[in-house]
């Protein structure tokens, strides 16, 4: 269990390095960055600041070229690969720009995905993914194929996935790029609520102001570095 | 992961590209299908000519003119010394290991009864002929010792000569017209069929040797000699008595080549298989090599799919497939692709040979061994053939695999 007073996720001096000798690019330059349990947190900043390459660190996705990630405590970038798997199935929830859905397969199949890898089996992976499905309001929708769905739902169900085996963190990249604006409107909404509701911490990556307006906290990244942190009161 | 989830997912993963799925098997399809056919009809061709064989006695003896030097088959029938009626009496009387021998003498004529003709094979044999062979009478009677010893002016014929000469109606009795000479059917012989080598075994007119000595040939030779030994395990026995025999006979001294040649017919047979078995290897050698290409088209097409899934791989990455859990999902697909295309390749390889062995009319024999080993290969192509691409899908990055457009 966490104690009370250290963060949920702690990132010092965190630097990651792409290439090599002359075409090596400096993504981050020793970040430091805390977050707490059931923070709502938006990462701002414009293409090549860094707010991604933060992002995949946070995920588990990549690791940092020098510096350390405490998650729990745990320094993470000293794991082995399968535990890192398992932190990712675990602990994490995805949500991506493109949402990434398996095509030509059920809503339902979708869902169940990280619960397959989980070891979950039979009518306990079906009755989750039901219930993750009704939380995102697809309620009766779960044999339609990823492809017979709008883009507003496909989201939905990406979320769903994100949330099936009941993680803490969800990281969302870009989670209403690809959506119009009230599609947008209604996934924040979707995931303040859900967030509300079974205690979340979100870290979202986004470029757009009006979307940002969901999060408590801002953080904006340029050139690699943090060059704001604000709080700020949710409008209600 | 559990086994039974990863082939869940692997069959998931295939059923959603059912069409490529299908074609990426079709090799080993083709292949497996190739090496059940060619066994199956190998199998039964083989199994017939030894039955054929077998059906001629284990223990007859071929007595040939030419020596074995001489160039195979009667390869110098004509320049080397036909069997007299004295060799044949001295056979008979001197030879213990003999039951029986049976002269014959063959040409191909042309046989008329009435306004239709036939060109067919004539034997002049001596009575005991059917003996040797076996052959019954279906209707009328066989040639006897009174027909050969009188010279008689009869024959016995076969069913294929019957069918065109008499068309359906009883030859039994009727004139039959060979050459200048004319004789009376007595007999009709039973049915026999088509050999494996295409010979129609029912297409001769057999007639007293004595009377083909006087009327056809001119000559009382007898072309070939056919012993019966008076047992399978004293053949050898008899062979050896018989080459002993007609060497003093003929005064051919030590050292010198017989002008003859006795044949056992458990050596043809054993040419025969031999020959048939090379037969059935070689096809078998070129159907395992499509299966081969058949494996090789399953890599192929695993590592378009790897290529083309990227995507698919780094979000099962993200959400928390381990790389062994990937490794396993391609692996069990390159190993139920190549399986299945197994199983079809052996229901569609049992079918074709079916097919195959009614239309050459030989017995259909499913190759079990040939399927079970089929199958086997085919699963070992799958590990074989998809260990790479699942290596390779395994080995990606999440965050590679994730951005990969």
């Known amino acids: 269990m966490p104690s009370t007073d250290s963060p949920l996720i702690s990132l010092r001096a965190v630097t990651k390095v792409f290439g090599q000798g002359e075409a090596a690019f400096v993504a981050l330059r020793g970040i430091d960055l805390d977050i707490a349990a059931g923070e709502f947190v938006a990462i701002l900043g414009t293409s090549g600041s860094g707010k991604s390459t933060c992002m995949n660190i946070l995920g ?68 989750r993914s039901r219930e993750a499905l009704a939380a995102v309001g697809l309620a009766g929708r779960e044999r339609a194929l990823s492809n017979e769905l709008s883009g507003g739902q496909q989201q939905r169900v990406a979320i769903a996935r994100a949330l099936v085996n009941r993680p803490e963190i969800v990281l969302a990249d870009e989670p209403t790029g690809n959506l119009d604006s009230r599609t947008s409107r209604e996934i924040m909404e979707l995931l303040g609520r859900l967030r509300t509701e079974l205690g979340l911490t979100i870290v979202m990556v986004t470029h757009d102001r009006d979307i940002a307006e969901y999060a408590e906290r801002h953080v904006v990244f340029r050139d690699g ?11 209600a | 992961m559990r086994l039974d989830l990863t082939a869940a997912v692997a069959l998931k993963a295939l059923a959603r590209n059912k069409m490529r799925s299908l074609l990426t098997t079709l090799g080993v399809v083709i292949g497996v299908s190739a090496v059940i056919m060619m066994q199956a009809v190998g199998q039964g061709a083989t199994a017939r000519v030894t039955g054929e064989i077998a059906g001629l006695g284990s223990n007859m003896l071929i007595v040939l003119p030419g020596g074995p030097n001489h160039g195979g088959f009667g390869g110098n029938l004509r320049s080397a010394p036909q069997f007299t009626r004295d060799d044949l009496a001295a056979i008979r009387r001197e030879v213990g290991a003999v039951r029986t021998v049976a002269g014959v003498s063959s040409r191909s004529i042309r046989a008329v009864v009435g306004e239709k003709n036939r060109s067919t094979n004539l034997s002049g044999v001596t009575p005991e002929f059917f003996d040797v062979r076996g052959w019954q009478a279906e209707r ?86 056919m012993v ?77 799919s790897v290529t083309e899934r990227t995507r698919e791989i780094g979000v099962r990455l993200a959400i928390g497939a381990r790389s062994r859990d990937i490794l396993r999902q391609f692996l069990v697909e390159a190993i139920v692709l190549a399986s299945a295309g197994g199983a079809i390749g052996i229901a569609l390889g049992t079918a074709g040979a079916w097919a195959l062995s009614r239309a050459l009319g030989v017995p259909f024999m499913f190759p079990l061994q040939a399927a079970l080993v089929a199958f086997a290969v085919s699963v070992v192509v799958g590990v074989v053939f998809g260990v790479f691409p699942a290596r390779k899908a395994s080995r990606l990055r999440p965050i590679e695999a994730l951005r990969y457009e």
């Not at chain 1, 998650?71 to 535990?83: F, R, T, Y």
Request: aromatic share 4%.
């Open chain 2, 140 to 225: 009328g009677r066989l040639l006897t010792e009174d027909d050969e010893r009188m010279a008689q002016k009869t024959c016995a014929i076969g069913q294929s000569v019957s069918d065109d000469l008499f068309g359906g109606q009883d030859p039994i009795g009727a004139e039959l017209r060979l050459h200048d000479l004319s004789c009376r059917v007595v007999g009709l012989l039973e049915r026999k069929g088509v050999s494996t080598f295409g010979q129609d075994q029912d297409d001769f007119v057999l007639i007293p040797h004595t009377t083909f000595a006087r009327r056809i040939a001119g000559d009382d030779h007898h072309g070939t000699l």
């Open chain 2, 228 to 304: 019966s030994a008076v047992s399978e395990a004293r053949t050898d026995e008899a062979k050896a008595q018989i080459e002993a025999l007609l060497r003093q006979r003929r005064r051919i001294r030590e050292g010198e080549d017989d002008d003859f040649n006795v044949r056992d017919l458990r050596e043809i047979q054993n040419i025969l298989g031999s020959v048939t078995g090379v037969l059935t290897t070689l096809l078998a050698s070129v159907a395992a090599i499509s299966l081969v290409v058949g494996g090789i088209g399953i890599m192929n097409i695993m590592l378009v």
């Open chain 1, 225 to 235: 570095q943090i060059v704001e942190d604000r709080r700020r009161e949710l409008a």
């Open chain 1, 60 to 127: 588990c996705l990549d690791s940092p070229t020098a510096g350390s990630y405490l998650l729990e405590g745990i320094a993470v970038e000293q794991l082995p690969a399968d535990v890192l798997a398992r932190l990712r199935n675990e602990r994490f929830g995805f949500v991506f720009q493109g949402f990434n859905l398996l095509r030509r397969t059920s809503a339902l199949e979708n869902v169940e995905l990280p619960l397959i890898y989980a070891g979950v089996s039979g009518r306990e992976r079906d009755r």
